[in-house]
């Protein structure tokens, strides 16, 4: 019986340590630790990912400012020679806290998120391949129609080319999983506060496929299928 070939699988957060660092890409893929090499960037995105999580999952009347430095403190590394100095290593923790509590309390992002860091997988068609995504935040519309929803991300990189993977993936993601693009997909920085708005519309689709598309040609085990 001839074998079928395996499916082709993008993980969101392999694409965004390929941007990084090819090198740890590669003993990614080849099996190696990560642990070993883990910096302070990601753990800031660690800390930060649980805190809000924590932020979330208290009930309406909890979600303080108190509550985010709280989840902050708790989740905060130990390890601060991972940054460039002591003092790095406190201004990130007090960066993370304040716009945390801007973005989370002042600003409040959504009520009740619908989807809250869960890593969903869609297969796609048109790329005859799998897509595997970590959502942070997915929460309803209130400006728009009942099944109008928003995407959010919170993110130390934001990086042209990181900020471009987020909106395509995220875009043929929807589209594929859940039959509808977001009314707008935000990115949010956790070191400068600043938040970054994409409205997918069905013109950016086609690009978003394009470039899907050219991150899957980009892949070993894609090329090696191509042979």
């Not at 969101?12 to 960037?41: C, I």
Request: charge should be negative; charged fraction near 25%.
């Amino acid at each position: 019986m001839e074998q079928l070939p395996a499916v082709i699988r993008l993980e969101d957060y392999k694409l965004e340590e390929l941007l990084r660092s090819p090198e740890r890409f590669a003993k990614m893929q080849s099996g190696s630790k990560r642990d070993s090499g883990v910096n302070w960037r990601q753990m800031v995105q660690f800390a930060a990912m649980h805190s809000v999580n924590d932020f979330y999952k208290l009930p309406a009347e909890a979600r303080t400012q108190a509550a985010v430095e709280a989840a902050v403190e708790r989740w905060w590394t130990n390890r601060n020679y991972k940054f460039h100095s002591n003092e790095h290593f406190l201004q990130m923790k007090q960066a993370v806290i304040s716009n945390l509590g801007a973005f989370l309390v002042e600003e409040q992002c959504c009520s009740t998120p619908i989807i809250l860091f869960e890593q969903l997988t869609a297969y796609v068609d048109e790329l005859d391949m799998e897509l595997s995504q970590i959502f942070h935040v997915v929460s309803a519309d209130a400006e728009g129609a009942a099944d109008d929803f928003i995407v959010q991300k919170f993110a130390v990189d934001m990086d042209a080319d990181s900020l471009d993977l987020m909106f395509h993936m995220t875009s043929v993601f929807c589209a594929n999983a859940f039959e509808k693009l977001p009314a707008r997909i935000e990115v949010l920085s956790l070191l400068s506060g600043k938040r970054i708005l994409f409205k997918p519309d069905a013109a950016s689709l086609k690009r978003s496929y394009d470039f899907m598309y050219l991150v899957k040609s980009l892949l070993p085990e894609a090329k090696a299928a191509g042979e």
